[in-house]
Each structure stands twice: as C-alpha cells, then as structure tokens.
C-alpha cells in the first residue's frame, strides 16, 4: 500500500498517496461542501432522476478524503451508502483530517478490493460513484470491461454509473469506449472541467430524455438544499453541444 501524506495551502487540506497527485481535498472552514470541480461533477447524476426520492442506495468506490461520501450522508438522508475502500490507512486519514462521519445505520464503510466487491456480491444500487486510484493516478483493474459490466448487473432498474476519468487522458477513448460497451451504448461524457478530469455517466432502466429546461429547475432546487451549484456545469455541457437540442439523453 502507498503512504499517506497530508498538506495544507490557502485554508485548504490535501489528501496524497505518497505522490503530487490530490486524492482529495476539503476546505478547512466548509468541510462538508465538495471543494474539488471534478466531485460536484459527479453529482450531476442527482439532476438525471428526483433527487427528493432518489437514490435510496449508494455505493461509493474509493474513500479518498471521503468528500463525496460526507456530502451523500449529509444531504441525502433517505439514502443508505456503501464505501468500498482498498486501504485502511486512508480510512484512517479521512476520519483523523478530513472529519469524515463515523458509520451508522445509513452508512457503511468496507475494507475490500472493489473488483472483488462488486463481482461476488448481490445487493443492488441505485447509485454507483466510481473514483478510486492508486498512487500513481492509475485505476487498473476498475477501468476494465468486465469490471463496468459488473458495475452494470449491481444497478437498480433504475441505476445510474458516475465515473472520474481523471488520469485517463490518454486512454480516455477507450475508457469511455468500454463504459459504453458494457452500457450497450447508454453513455455520455460531460466536457472536461477546470482540473482536466472528465466525468462519465451510464445508465441502466428506461431511457433518460430531460429538457434543459428541467435540469436547470432542478439544478435550482439541489442548490436550495444542499448548496451544491451545477449552473456552470449545465452552461458548460449546453456550450460543448452535449446536448441534443436541448435535450439531454441517455
């Protein structure tokens, strides 16, 4: 396993794996918001359903500085999360530094191999966060076929797939090739954000057809209740042309 380092700059703490690469980050006076782009990109995924009664479960896959498992416990209190995290060392720093909750009845957090985890298990998700790294910015075996075709026979009728394609810039084709693969081609890619990470989503159930319109609606009402702001995310996904007139479908 990697080495954990922590560092500090401008009132916000680090989290590393023994290298220069952020595995995650909070701002010390807003521990609850989600301070890197690339997460509050992740959690587009509330637009693409009713966020008011979905999702009721979620698994997480990779803890990092567990951003964005603290903003899933704390603003979507009908949901029931699961954490799948490789090292116990960096369950160790998120608790020490980064004030991550401690386990309740609504959250669970698992010492496993994610392959392993989603492979051999049986309970199904509504939700499915993938952005786990070794220390290297390196997401191995998580970025394989087989392993998105097992993230697939996990979702719910229902279930969404969001994943950080973060240091996958060079492959970044076949990576998104291989989501649509095991999607059977329900897979789109939001234009890349500030930090250069690009974030993928696919869909399981019936097909998903929102109107700019509606997502901007409930882009307002997710930053009512939670403070999350996807406004520039939208602008920016409308100026790419990811949208089909308008529409965004998956």
Known sequence: MSSIDISEKSGVRYLHFGSEWVQGAMRIRQPYALELAYTREMMSALLFHDSETWPRSVLLVG??????????HRNLPKSRSVVVEID??????????????AEDERLRIVIADATDYIVEGTRNFDLILLDG????????????????QACWSRLSARGLLSVNLF?????????FERISKAFEGRALAFPSCDSGNVVAFAAKG????????????RAAD?????????????????QAGTLNRNVLML
């Open 222 to 238: 997710l930053c009512e209740r939670t403070g999350l702001d996807l406004h520039s995310t939208l602008s920016r996904v409308e």
């Open 206 to 217: 019936e097909s998903i057809e929102l109107s700019l319109e509606i997502l901007r609606q």
């Open 133 to 148: 790294y070794d220390e290297h910015a390196r997401a191995g075996p998580l970025d394989t076929l087989p392993f998105y």
């Open 63 to 72: 803890l990092g500085a567990g951003s964005l498992t603290k903003f899933v």
């Open 88 to 101: 116990p060392k960096v369950l160790a720093a998120a608790s020490q530094f980064f004030r991550l909750p």
């Open 167 to 175: 240091g996958r810039s060079r492959g970044f084709d076949a990576s």
